[in-house]
């Protein structure tokens, strides 16, 4: 029973094109997250949700928009993708506070 | 702008010898310092952390000693085993906006 689950694990698409990643977790936690790991293999923050509010917001492009339908799903939509977005994807998910997250299994994103 | 920096991309251990990992940061507002192991296609699990006021912790053979003068930790796995053969991220933790900032990370070798 998977805890931070997001699909699909991997996507090939074309530039130009619209996807989204969903992802659910099932640990009762209140904070969830994305992360994309570049090609250098740097994990950064993109978005964070508490309890459906949007916390942080990086310096992401506003094609980038995430939907929190509620506290266990953090969907990531990606409108006119370019060749940069390629990428791993991460969701993660945590309680507020300086614990642990967990992350799901990432979703590898190839933009071609 | 990296705030957490691993500057040693690989390690290569014999089997039963000391691993150190070593992390400096550039933010003196970090709360809590936490390390992450990730293997392939797989996402981080989170592995030990410090609080930014003590300079020691210790959970079994993983060890994070935290010199807040030198704005450096490390992490110590002794023995090392093949199975910790991963890459280890190193993150600071910021309790104002909840946010966890990961370094590029270090890929550890572990031979047999």
């Known amino acids: 029973d998977t805890a931070v689950s997001q699909t699909p694990k991997y996507l090939v698409t074309q530039m130009g094109n619209d996807k989204s990643i969903k992802c659910e977790q099932n640990?009762?936690?209140?904070?969830m997250y994305w992360y994309k790991q570049d090609s250098k293999k740097f994990l950064k923050i993109m978005f964070s949700?508490?309890?459906?509010?949007l916390i942080i917001n990086e310096t992401v492009p506003n094609r980038f928009s995430p939907k929190s339908p509620d506290k266990a799903h953090l969907n990531l939509h990606i409108n006119s993708l370019e060749l940069g977005d390629s990428a791993v994807y991460f969701c993660?998910?945590?309680?507020w506070g300086p614990g642990e997250l967990f992350f799901g299994e990432g979703s590898r994103l190839t933009v071609l | 702008d990296q705030q957490v920096k691993q500057n040693s991309p690989s390690l290569s251990v014999q089997e039963g010898r000391i691993s150190i990992l070593n992390c400096d940061y550039t933010?003196?507002?970090?709360?809590?310092f936490l390390w992450y192991k990730k293997y392939p296609a797989e996402g981080p699990t989170f592995l030990i952390s410090?609080?930014?006021?003590?300079d020691k912790n210790e959970d079994g053979r993983f060890t994070v000693f935290l010199n807040k003068s030198a704005k450096h930790l490390s992490l110590h796995i002794v023995p090392s085993q093949p199975g910790d053969s991963a890459v280890y991220f190193c993150a600071g933790y910021k309790a104002a906006g909840n946010k966890l900032t990961f370094g590029g990370g270090t890929r550890v070798l572990v031979k047999p």
């Open positions: 949700y508490n309890n459906k509010e």
């Open positions: 993660a998910s945590s309680h």
């Open positions: 640990l009762g936690h209140d904070t």
């Open positions: 410090i609080s930014s006021i003590k």
């Open positions: 933010n003196s507002m970090f709360d809590y």
